[in-house]
């Protein structure tokens, strides 16, 4: 009951602004998983094409292990970067 009466208290606009926030969302995190979400997709695509043997000068050219690395990496950022982009939608 005493947290009720807290509640109650509490100025309208607080509540209201609280309400709205999606649930999940840290106010800071809007705008730093999508730009995760878009370097680790860069650096995925990057590591694919080295590990293909497309892009040459490293010693992850032609390796099998960084093209599934870097496959496994643009998977991750891409979901990454579709999941934040619906949270922030809701």
Known sequence: MESLRGRAREPARARHRAVR?????????RFLL?????VLAVVGVVWTLQG????GGSFMTGSRLWLVIGLLALVAG?????RALRARAR
Do not use: D, E
């Not at 293909?52 to 892009?55: D, E, K």
């Open 78 to 82: 891409g979901w990454l970067l579709v």
């Open 52 to 55: 293909a043997g497309l892009v």
């Open 34 to 38: 999508p730009a995760l979400g878009v």
């Open 21 to 29: 926030r999606p649930a999940g969302i840290i106010p800071g995190m």
